[in-house]
């Protein structure tokens, strides 16, 4: 039995149409892309009363869905909790169906946001996306020119059936519009096993960005690994010192620095930029390199 027949076999039917989605989505990056693009371009919204009855249409991109119903099952939530404390004081049933208190939920939506002042800040939603390393790698190089050659990784290769670019709840992104977002947005670190168990929740954290990675690319025309010739062209744009050791996302705290050296900086090298702007590189033990 082969692993498609076998997952197949053993998973649920809405579990394994999303394993063949994803495997579909993921094998045929163009594709997928050109697609996900189509129903961005033609998305579209829109709400009529005929005969006094209200009807709402629609229709988007996955990852604009996907933050749309985040934030409408926020508020259902809540108007579920407003009748469970009514019928809890009453002792009996909810007051509302299921599509009520969503219906109620969505014009609450709306006067919120009517009401909220012209200059007031926009919360944010929390939209948990979810992509391998292989996936990031392949749309930093592919798409983005990020990384010097998809042969020159950053991490080893994930197994096809372990690749993913996806919410949290199972609604599949396309990679790039998965990857803007995090780069527009919030990032955390979340490692798993061969099991799909969790086993690190690191921190959230900001990518370099726009003007801010800019600046920390010029503050070196090559790698400041010392030694290193590769220009800043193909370097990534890394923390000098590591945010898990409470270094911040600021340009004063970066610098480029080559794919290999990336890596190696990982085995507990350090690096350092003197007041006169000379980078130096310190091995483990604390010497010079």
């Not at 989605?21 to 996900?36: K, P, S, T, V, Y």
Request: charged fraction near 25%; aromatic fraction near 8%.
């Amino acid at each position: 039995m082969n692993r498609t027949t076998r997952q197949a076999h053993d998973l649920e039917y809405q579990d394994f149409r999303r394993c063949v989605r994803r495997w579909e989505m993921l094998a045929d990056f163009d594709g997928a892309h050109q697609d996900a693009e189509l129903a961005h371009e033609t998305r579209q919204a829109g709400i009529t009363i005929r005969d006094g009855i209200g009807h709402l249409s629609g229709n988007g991109g996955s990852l604009d869905s996907a933050e749309l119903k985040e934030i409408w099952d926020q508020f259902t939530q809540a108007e579920f909790r407003d009748d469970l404390d009514i019928a809890t004081e009453a002792t009996s049933d909810l007051p509302r169906t299921a599509g009520q208190r969503r219906w109620d939920a969505l014009l609450k939506i709306f006067r919120t946001a009517a009401g909220a002042p012209a200059d007031g800040k926009t919360p944010e939603p929390v939209l948990n996306l979810i992509m391998d390393v292989t996936t990031f790698e392949d749309v930093l190089t592919r798409d983005w020119n990020l990384l010097p050659t998809t042969d020159d990784r950053l991490f080893g290769q994930v197994p096809m059936e372990h690749r993913r670019s996806e919410t949290s709840s199972g609604v599949l992104v396309d990679p790039q519009h998965a990857l803007r977002a995090a780069i527009g947005g919030w990032v955390r670190r979340v490692v798993i096993d061969s099991a799909g168990n969790v086993i690190d929740y690191g921190r959230r954290r900001r990518l370099f960005t726009g003007a801010a990675r800019d600046a920390v690319m010029l503050h070196s025309p090559r790698c400041t690994w010392s030694g290193c010739d590769t220009t800043s062209s193909y370097c990534n744009a890394d923390h000098t010192i590591d945010w898990q050791h409470g270094g911040p996302t600021t340009t004063t705290n970066g610098g480029p620095l080559c794919p290999r050296h990336d890596r190696t900086k990982n085995r507990g090298y350090k690096l350092r930029r003197d007041p006169n702007g000379t980078w130096h590189t310190y091995r483990p033990d604390g010497t010079a390199a």
